[in-house]
């Protein structure tokens, strides 16, 4: 078994902001963080299986940089991440970026193959999610 990843970029913007909560607890909690403001994320999609004979490869790369782009680059690059209908009642953290990344793309690669998803939000913090665990309850 062998894992590969690639790794692609989009620039978003998200806030941080509880529907549920009255302005004061968000700015409480989440200070300046409610304020839109953008960033250069990163995202690694590891696929794991077994290296293919014919071919040396565990998935082939071009294909899942296809998939990777059609699915989520295509949707998140210059995006309002918090008013995609993704992140309704769900705030766009890191976690439920790369939540939301694996649930679009698990259907395209396979529960199999999906091993990872990694997103970047800067260069200091990244989230790594492995589907194991239901998403929070919106
Ligand atoms: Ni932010």
């Known amino acids: 078994i062998a894992y590969s990843s690639r790794r692609f970029t989009f620039a978003?913007?998200?806030?941080?902001w509880v529907e549920a909560w009255p302005a004061a607890e968000?700015?409480?909690?989440?200070?300046?963080l409610t304020v839109p403001h953008g960033h250069n994320y990163a995202l690694e999609v590891t696929v794991?299986?077994?290296i293919d004979r014919a071919t040396g490869m565990v998935?082939?790369?071009t294909e899942l940089k296809a998939i990777v782009n059609d699915t989520v680059i295509e949707r998140f690059d210059h995006a309002a991440l918090s008013a995609d209908a993704l992140f309704r009642g769900r705030v766009a953290t890191t976690e439920n970026i790369a939540i939301a990344v694996w649930g679009l793309l698990v259907g395209k690669l396979?529960?199999?193959r999906l091993w990872q998803v990694r997103v970047w939000e800067d260069d200091t913090l990244y989230v790594d999610y492995?589907?194991?665990d239901e998403a929070p309850a919106p």
């Open 12 to 16: 978003a913007a998200h806030r941080y």
């Open 26 to 32: 968000n700015e409480r909690f989440f200070g300046r």
């Open 48 to 50: 794991r299986g077994p």
């Open 59 to 61: 998935i082939n790369l």
């Open 110 to 112: 396979g529960a199999e």
């Open 130 to 132: 492995r589907g194991e």
